[in-house]
């Protein structure tokens, strides 16, 4: 079992646990063109994230994740620069809220194995509470999978990739070294170049191999850590 070669995790949440709601942004884009199924608007995101990693865009400039995004659904060319205006006025903080299935069944299991667990998510004061509303986790106790801390960029002041960041939950991570524990995000730029600068071990979800020759460890879903 992958999950054994740590003695503890810390995700990110976007993309990990949740991604821009297909629900909200599909029936948007099929006004110019694009296809509405869920299942391209999630490979649509991962698409989106690879664009932007790859030109080093910063934690702000969303503006290559846009295009690929609004092109991975099949949106014509004709329409992708206003299409792509259209996501960024909807892809926001109130709808990255979409709950990804095998990351729910993957945190149970690593729930029943009794895996120390946090998150550290780039977001803008929300995190926790959207979290908690769709289902997902929570800090402590609750109805969900507790986590013993979950961080937000926004409230503490520093982001990824910026290694401090990791410094707020490692707080509760007391007796457990740095390169024993996980964290797992879907960002090259933002959470490998991050957890690597805190001296974390990265992992990358890329579940349409997007990164094949890369030289840190990748999975396809959460669910592989449990094999």
């Known amino acids: 079992m992958l999950a054994q070669n740590f003695d503890a995790i810390l995700f990110d949440a976007g993309g990990i646990f949740l991604l821009p709601d297909p629900t909200v942004l599909g029936p948007l884009l099929a006004y110019h063109g694009g296809d509405a199924a869920i299942s391209v608007h999630i490979r649509a995101h991962?698409?989106?994230m690879a664009a932007k990693s790859a030109v080093g865009a910063s934690e702000k400039d969303w503006h290559p994740y846009n295009e690929a995004y609004v092109r991975a659904v099949g949106v014509p060319e004709a329409e992708i620069s206003l299409a792509a205006a259209v996501l960024a006025e909807t892809r926001n903080a109130s709808t990255w809220r979409w709950p990804i299935p095998e990351s729910l069944i993957a945190l149970a299991g690593l729930r029943s194995i009794g895996m120390p667990m946090g998150v550290v998510s780039n977001a803008s004061g929300q995190i926790a509470e959207v979290l908690a509303r769709s289902g997902v986790c929570q800090e402590g106790a609750g109805l969900y999978t507790p986590m013993r801390v979950i961080i937000d960029s926004h409230l503490v002041?520093?982001?990824k990739p910026d290694p401090h960041i990791f410094d707020?939950?490692?707080?509760?991570?007391?007796?457990i070294e740095r390169s024993r524990i996980a964290y797992?995000?879907?960002?090259?730029?933002?959470?490998?170049?991050g957890a690597r600068a805190a001296g974390l071990y990265p992992i990358l979800l890329d579940p349409y191999d997007d990164w094949p020759n890369a030289d840190f460890h990748r999975l396809r879903s959460l669910e592989e850590l449990l094999s």
């Not at 707020?168 to 007796?175: E, K, R, S």
């Not at 797992?184 to 170049?193: E, P, Q």
């Open 46 to 48: 991962y698409a989106g």
């Open 157 to 159: 002041g520093v982001a």
């Open 168 to 175: 707020f939950a490692l707080a509760h991570f007391d007796g």
């Open 184 to 193: 797992i995000g879907d960002s090259v730029t933002m959470d490998i170049g």
